[in-house]
């Protein structure tokens, strides 16, 4: 037995869960590497090859280089649980007229809890995974997620739905590393190939990045429900018609396929009446949101008018905010406008490189 202690580390062939792995297996923990099926592409109705962390060559890849290092490896079927939560979650989310953030979901709901069952099963100590983002305890005994070192692959914003038992039993080595270092990590243990290896930035489950083919694929007459509904602008003049709310995105620009002699944005989604609202950039701005669906990570309790940088989407740079708990949720009220926000998508709070709280953007709103 290994005096660090057992670790399930995910494993999906990729560069930074195989040096993640292999670091820790240098460390001296008893490594055991897991590698997650969630999605197969087939079921999907695309016929673009799967990637990331869904294909065979990853799965070889990542068995591979734990046999090369004695350490044992699985394969973990994880499609139903999967399919069942974050596919129909995503579905649901575009129908009610929201942006949802399937990794997020995915992330707290699903791979999280998938490998800590079966670390308890294995006798294992821990979970880790190649995330740069970093975890350690607070003075007052919470567990805390706080951004990585390198700020361009920071994934903190994806991990704010983590709880204390998860964070608990998390190690993330890579938070501390930029990633040119894993890269020359990779060459230097003997995988220049990884060192090379591409990086998918997609939907796991949307691999051509079409979401609205998906949902014509998911929802069975789609479009005949929701073709003709019409473009109105902030009055409730009527603009023109649009092929159906789902298929559009606050924020969106392009592609709306209306004349009105200026660019016009989505800015906001009415699903009971097929109405898409469309205005000027500056009808994108607002100064506060509900957010729900909380999950606490520096403290347990936030104190009224708690001063924090709010982010409201993955490459958001943050806006100062005061927050305000309210009625089981939180009131997020910005020193100055910000642009797009989103129903559906994650909102997270900091305090400096910390992340205190996240939830489920509500609303938002002019005060």
């Known amino acids: 037995m290994s005096r660090k202690g057992k670790v399930l580390v995910a494993m999906s062939g990729g560069i930074d869960s195989t040096v993640t792995a292999l670091m820790l297996h240098n460390e001296g923990y008893e490594v055991v590497g897991i590698t997650m099926k969630t999605w197969d592409y087939a079921s999907a109705g695309t016929s673009k090859k799967e990637t990331g962390c869904c294909n ?13 290092h004695g350490f044992p490896h699985f394969i973990l079927d994880i499609r139903e649980e999967f399919g069942d939560f974050v596919i129909e979650n995503f579905v649901e989310e575009y129908m009610a007229g929201r942006t949802p953030n399937p990794c997020v979901m995915c992330n707290t709901h699903i791979k999280w809890r998938a490998l800590l069952k079966r670390a308890n099963a294995m006798n294992c100590d821990f979970i880790a995974t190649g995330h740069y983002a ?15 070192k390198d700020a361009t692959k920071d994934q903190s914003y994806v991990l704010w739905g983590l709880d204390q038992e998860l964070l608990s039993r998390t190690i993330m080595p890579l938070g501390v590393f930029h990633k ?7 060459h230097d ?21 079409d979401y609205r083919g998906f949902l014509k694929r998911k929802v069975e007459g789609l479009e005949e429900k929701v073709d003709g509904g019409y473009f109105v602008d902030k009055a409730g003049k009527i603009l023109g018609t649009h092929r159906g709310y789902p ?3 606050i924020g ?29 950039e500056a009808d994108l701005q607002q100064n506060s949101m509900m957010v729900g669906k909380l999950n606490y990570g520096k403290y347990d309790v936030i104190t009224p008018g708690m001063e924090a940088i709010t982010k409201i989407r993955y490459k958001d740079s943050g806006s100062l905010s ?29 305090e400096g490189d910390d992340v205190i709280a996240g939830g489920i953007i509500q609303r938002g709103s002019l005060v």
Do not use: W
């Not at 065979?56 to 090369?68: E, G, K, W, Y």
């Open 56 to 68: 065979l060559d990853s799965f070889n890849d990542a068995r591979a280089a734990a046999v090369h």
């Open 134 to 148: 970093k975890v350690r305890q607070h003075d007052n005994g919470r567990y805390v997620i706080s951004k990585g």
């Open 247 to 249: 298929f559009y995105t």
């Open 189 to 209: 243990m003997g995988y220049p190939e990884l060192a090379k290896k591409s990086e998918s930035y997609e939907i796991c489950f949307v691999p051509d990045n």
């Open 180 to 186: 040119t270092e894993i890269r020359q990590m990779a």
């Open 252 to 280: 969106q620009r392009k592609g709306l396929e209306v004349a009105l002699g200026k660019p016009v944005f989505v800015t906001r989604i009415i699903p009971e009446t097929n109405t898409v609202v469309l205005g000027d």
């Open 322 to 350: 005061n927050l305000y708990p309210e009625d089981g949720g939180m009131k997020v009220s910005f020193y100055e406008n910000v642009k797009g926000i989103a129903p559906g998508q994650s909102a997270v709070f900091y």
